[in-house]
């Protein structure tokens, strides 16, 4: 079965380092999404990308970061200069079209920011 | 201000029992809610999704009702397992959003 996969698992940066989260969407999915979620806290929505364009974003979701897709497969987000309070786990997802509703997510990559 | 809130952050049940579930929102027009599990480590799974002019939905051992009056979903896993121990997340999708919004999760464990 198709899944998101994401690369690194865990990635360890010292603050003020740019670090750059892979991902790789179901392959005839259109929709892409970010989420992260601090260690004990919620699941929270960072941008959703569509047609090559940022869809929507949350007020977390600031100057720092910025996502890309690169080519016809990854999904990258981008964290400028890290902050302490940017570690977490950041999960992909994708969803397939506009009128489904599912969002499969990937395994996500821990971030620590030192 | 907009809230989704998970009944208890820890559920503890006995093995074979029914385990219920409940998420609370407040301030929201959902079009959709969804459930998902979430096992330590990973992402979230999906399991069912209820759209806001259903009020049932059924998949095997998995039962979720949906009141939009209460502005509440009730997640029901009947003849629980220990392997169905982990957190279960709701989330819903506000109309004219586009984007889910997740609850804080509630960790089931079920004893054997």
């Known amino acids: 079965e198709p899944e998101v996969t994401q690369t690194p698992s865990h990635q360890v940066t010292q603050m003020g380092q740019e670090v750059i989260l892979r991902c790789v969407p179901i392959?005839?999915?259109?929709?892409f999404y970010w989420y992260r979620q601090i260690l004990g806290q919620k699941v929270e929505f960072l941008v959703s990308f569509y047609n090559n364009e940022i869809s929507e974003k949350s007020e977390i979701f600031d100057d720092q970061f910025s996502v890309e897709r690169p080519d016809g497969s990854n999904f990258t987000l981008k964290i400028r200069s890290t902050k302490l309070e940017d570690s977490a786990m950041y999960f992909c997802a994708s969803k397939a079209s506009r009128n489904q509703e599912t969002q499969y997510f990937g395994p996500g990559t821990r971030l620590l920011v030192l | 201000s907009q809230k989704i809130e998970q009944n208890s952050e820890a559920l503890n049940i006995q093995e074979g029992k029914t385990a219920t579930l409940t998420c609370n929102y407040t301030n929201y027009s959902p079009a959709y809610l969804q459930w998902y599990r979430q096992d330590p480590g990973r992402g979230p799974v999906f399991l069912l999704l209820i759209r806001e002019n259903e009020k049932e939905k059924r998949k095997e051992r998995l039962k979720v009702t949906f009141d939009t009056t209460l502005k509440q979903s009730l997640f029901h896993i009947t003849a629980s397992q220990p392997a169905d121990s982990a957190t279960y997340l709701c989330?819903?999708?506000?109309?004219?959003?586009?984007?889910?919004?997740f609850g804080t999760g509630t960790r089931l464990t079920v004893i054997p």
């Open positions: 392959s005839n999915h259109l929709y």
């Open positions: 989330a819903l999708w506000a109309s004219g959003a586009n984007n889910l919004f």
